[in-house]
């Protein structure tokens, strides 16, 4: 009896858990076989949900109506650029911060606190694209990603981490003669490296989904992201080809899904350590 | 002394980076927020609190200020219920549970952008799926994008969506740090699932809650910009202009700079606040991680 009570329990939470998955994952499906479709099947009402046709030509389109090759090669370098360097000046600065006594370290680390919250690309972005057209930089991959080279969050996260690795290590080092470069570089870094690799896949993801600072910063499809594509695209299909655009669409997803499927327990406890989204 | 320069060194990339491209753009934003800009940019004037008098005189900006307001009030609570009862579902130990978390923590990869094209789709009149089921429903089909406040609901929907992923995880970490013994304590004094969700559960996760609550805010906020631009743009007449929505409008189609950046002056005190808030009641959310 109590046996079966559980039984009937698991089906139903089993089938709830269905149920959900599908309803959540169903708008990405339909962007899928939408993709497939002819554009004259596009319209075809009512919606019917499998295509009759496997259209690739769709992806085809999408790439040149948008010079959408050169947006994902341009969003790939920002992404790889920024992650890089919020990984390593955060590795430094948080070393600084976890690891040694220095005169004005909690004015410092104040200064840098209160910058958490203040997403200068989106909340002050009048003047910091005045600062980009004085250096010059407007419509350049030095705008796309020197702003973001460094942050709070990292530092932070770094630090957190840091803390937590046992003093005797660095006493031990000492004794040995190593000095802070060298026990940074062979010791601390080796014993972060998933907490590392969660941060720097997640700064990845934040670089390649950055919309605003792209858009305003970028005036040419030489220079513009995959994420401003996916405007142009809406823009030039203006018949709405939907086949086309859901193509864009989930070519301009793929690096990062792929990257969360491929990388996910790094991913979540990126996620969870550092809190840090978009 | 080389010893006692090097957690400067440390530091200094980071600092050169956030000195030049917040602090510095911080100040310039009070400074310019008092002056108006001549239409070819070469001249200053001083206008005092001029900007800021027409800001909250201006009716589109306080109407942009309530959009902002309600979008982010239902997105935040709408978005983390949803994702509480995931969480609560994908904490249950039952075959497969792996593959259902991974599936349901994907969304989190999802730009805002790709949100905003994705729904755009499903909602659109013709080949849209949910414009289709409307009609069959409710033998009704509705303009989801073009008319006052479906447009708002549909974006609220993308931003619901797009949030799900970061929700869920946050709270399933928050679920799997209650020890069991909690619930197995309260089922011997006859507690029932209910109460243990009431009196247990939602106590315990109130630090994770409170921490979601701040990031959905500013999420909501800021990065919905990307799939306001992509669904609606703003419109049907401005009903979807958010406040960072208007700032970008003033600031990069009007060429407003003086009236922006005394917009930007309110955001970042709003900010300020929460910075605040977040720091005198939320701390212990983060690092208890």
Do not use: C
């Not at chain 1, 460094?150 to 660095?170: C, D, G, N, V, Y």
């Not at chain 2, 499903?122 to 009609?135: C, I, M, Q, T």
């Not at chain 2, 609606?232 to 003086?258: C, E, H, R, W």
């Amino acid at each position: 009896m109590k046996n079966n009570k559980k039984l009937i329990r698991t089906i139903l939470i089993e089938a709830l858990l269905i149920f959900v998955t599908i309803i959540i994952l169903l708008p990405l499906f339909l962007a899928v076989t939408m993709s497939l479709k002819k554009p004259s099947e596009v319209f075809v009402y009512p919606p019917t949900i499998f295509p009759n046709s496997f259209y690739i030509q769709n992806y085809v389109s999408a790439f040149n109506s948008i010079n959408l090759g050169r947006l994902m090669l341009n969003s790939l370098i920002m992404s790889i650029v920024i992650m890089a360097g919020k990984t390593i000046f955060g590795i430094l600065s948080g070393y600084a911060f976890s690891n040694f006594k220095f005169k004005g370290s909690s004015l410092l680390f104040a200064a840098l606190f209160v910058t958490l919250f203040m997403p200068a690309e989106l909340i002050m972005i009048v003047p910091l694209f005045q600062i980009m057209q004085s250096l010059h930089w407007v419509n350049t991959y030095w705008a796309l990603t020197v702003p973001f080279l460094a942050s709070a969050t990292t530092t932070f996260l770094m630090r957190q981490h840091f803390m937590t690795i046992p003093k005797e290590l660095e006493d031990a080092a000492k004794i040995d003669g190593a000095g802070p470069m060298r026990f940074l570089l062979e010791i601390l870094i080796p014993l972060s490296k998933s907490t590392i690799g969660g941060v720097a896949v997640i700064n990845f993801v934040y670089a390649w989904n950055l919309y605003l600072w792209p858009l305003v910063v970028t005036n040419s499809n030489e220079m513009a992201t995959a994420q401003i594509g996916l405007k142009m695209l809406t823009n030039v299909e203006s018949t709405s080809n939907w086949g086309v655009i859901m193509a864009g669409t989930l070519m301009v997803l793929a690096p990062t899904l792929i990257l969360f499927f491929a990388v996910q327990k790094l991913f979540v406890r990126g996620i969870v350590t550092t809190g840090l989204k978009e | 002394m080389a010893k006692k320069i090097f957690p400067y060194l440390l530091l200094v990339p980071t600092f050169i980076i956030i000195v030049i491209f917040i602090y510095y753009p911080a100040f310039q934003t009070f400074k310019l927020s008092f002056y108006k800009i001549s239409p070819f940019g070469n001249r200053l004037f001083f206008v005092g609190f001029q900007n800021f008098w027409s800001l909250f005189t201006s009716g589109q900006y306080i109407q942009s200020a309530l959009t902002t307001l309600i979008f982010v009030t239902v997105t935040v609570i709408g978005g983390l219920v949803i994702s509480l009862f995931l969480a609560l579902l994908l904490n249950e130990k039952v075959p497969g549970i792996g593959i259902f978390r991974t599936l349901i923590f994907a969304p989190y990869a999802i730009s805002p952008a790709v949100a905003g094209t994705l729904w755009a789709f499903l909602l659109s009149p013709v080949a849209g799926y949910v414009s289709y089921l409307f009609l069959i429903l409710f033998k009704a089909q509705p303009q989801w994008l073009t008319t006052y406040p479906l447009a708002l609901i549909a974006i609220m929907i993308a931003t619901i969506w797009k949030n799900l992923g970061f929700n869920v995880i946050f709270f399933l970490a928050g679920l799997q740090s209650i020890p069991q013994s909690y619930y197995e304590a309260a089922t011997i004094d006859g507690a029932n699932s209910f109460d243990r969700l009431l009196r247990i559960t939602i106590p315990l996760l109130s630090p994770i809650t409170f921490y979601l609550i701040v990031m959905n805010v500013t999420f909501t906020a800021f990065s919905a910009f990307a799939t306001i631009d992509v669904m609606t743009q703003g419109g049907p007449a401005n009903t979807t202009s958010t406040l960072i929505y208007k700032l970008y409008q003033d600031g990069f189609v009007n060429f407003n700079t003086g009236f922006a950046s005394a917009e930007s002056v309110v955001l970042i005190l709003i900010m300020a606040v929460f910075t605040y808030l977040y720091f005198k009641f939320g701390q212990k959310a983060v690092f208890y991680q």
